[in-house]
């Protein structure tokens, strides 16, 4: 079932919108009548999420902080963004990188934290009551194999939301996470069509299952909405009941 909301009027801005949850999310705020700016690295995927539902695309690599920032002084403010961009490079932790936990870290968290911050004090110069919705995960709560850099990014990525909810809350821009477990995106489905792989992590869901992508898409666009208004600094777990232990 797919839940109604109406962003008419409001522009949106949707980082990692070349696939998977951030162009699901791009889609939907552009149906529910939001003008959008979906940021990502793949100009071909820009460009047919431009032709499907409109979107503006915007073709910026967010670990190059001088080109995310280059990106986001051209713009004005916004009423809604969503951080969605985020990569995993797995290794144990016996086998740290650090160009991997680098890698992983300015994506995850360096800019989602920029993209948080500019916008921010776009909308507040603005007098724009916002509302920024980071795409976390399950991961900042509760450890997980071979997941060291991702654990620490989305960790990093939640305590840069509750910041950005103490500053940002005085002047009515509203900050929060969704954490979600894994999301059944087209790469994930292929991931883990493995049940010998899968069979492990579905134990530790009482729901017994993995998201379907509308799953995560609803609980955002709802932390965007009216309807959470007065909800900030949250880290919403959307993950069937992973993280209760």
């Given at each position: 079932m797919t839940i109604s909301?109406?962003?008419?009027g409001q522009?949106?801005?949707?980082t990692g919108?070349?696939?998977g949850?951030?162009?699901a999310?791009?889609?939907?705020?552009?149906?529910?009548g939001a003008t959008?700016?979906?940021?990502?690295?793949?100009?071909?995927?820009l460009?047919?999420?431009?032709?499907?539902?409109?979107?503006t695309?915007?073709?910026?690599?967010?670990?190059?902080?001088?080109?995310?920032?280059r990106?986001l002084?051209s713009?004005?403010?916004?009423?809604?963004?969503?951080n969605c961009?985020?990569?995993?490079?797995l290794e144990s932790?016996v086998?740290?990188?650090?160009?991997s936990?680098?890698?992983?870290m300015a994506?995850?968290?360096r800019a989602a934290?920029?993209?948080?911050?500019?916008?921010?004090?776009a909308?507040i110069?603005?007098?724009v009551?916002?509302s920024?919705v980071?795409?976390?995960s399950?991961?900042?709560?509760?450890?997980?194999?071979?997941?060291l850099c991702y654990?620490?990014s989305?960790?990093?990525?939640?305590?840069?939301?509750?910041?950005?909810?103490l500053?940002?809350g005085p002047h009515?821009?509203?900050?929060?996470?969704?954490n979600p477990?894994v999301?059944l995106?087209?790469?994930?489905?292929?991931a883990?069509?493995?049940p010998a792989k899968s069979?492990?992590a579905?134990k530790?869901?009482p729901m017994?299952?993995?998201a379907?992508?509308?799953e995560v898409?609803?609980?955002i666009?709802?932390?965007?909405?009216?309807?959470?208004s007065?909800i900030?600094g949250?880290?919403?777990?959307?993950?069937?009941?992973y993280?209760?232990?």
């Amino acid at each position: 079932m797919t839940i109604s909301f109406d962003f008419s009027g409001q522009r949106a801005l949707v980082t990692g919108a070349s696939s998977g949850i951030g162009r699901a999310v791009a889609v939907r705020l552009a149906q529910a009548g939001a003008t959008v700016t979906a940021i990502g690295r793949n100009a071909a995927a820009l460009d047919a999420l431009h032709t499907e539902a409109g979107c503006t695309p915007l073709v910026v690599d967010l670990a190059n902080a001088v080109a995310l920032e280059r990106a986001l002084a051209s713009l004005q403010a916004f009423d809604l963004v969503v951080n969605c961009a985020g990569i995993a490079l797995l290794e144990s932790a016996v086998g740290l990188q650090a160009e991997s936990f680098d890698a992983v870290m300015a994506v995850n968290a360096r800019a989602a934290a920029l993209v948080a911050s500019r916008c921010g004090k776009a909308m507040i110069a603005a007098g724009v009551r916002g509302s920024i919705v980071n795409v976390s995960s399950q991961a900042s709560l509760v450890a997980l194999d071979a997941h060291l850099c991702y654990c620490a990014s989305k960790a990093a990525m939640d305590a840069v939301t509750r910041s950005l909810c103490l500053e940002f809350g005085p002047h009515g821009v509203r900050v929060n996470s969704v954490n979600p477990t894994v999301t059944l995106t087209p790469m994930a489905e292929q991931a883990w069509a493995d049940p010998a792989k899968s069979a492990a992590a579905l134990k530790n869901i009482p729901m017994g299952r993995f998201a379907q992508v509308e799953e995560v898409v609803a609980p955002i666009l709802f932390l965007l909405s009216g309807g959470a208004s007065m909800i900030s600094g949250a880290a919403l777990p959307v993950d069937g009941g992973y993280t209760i232990v």
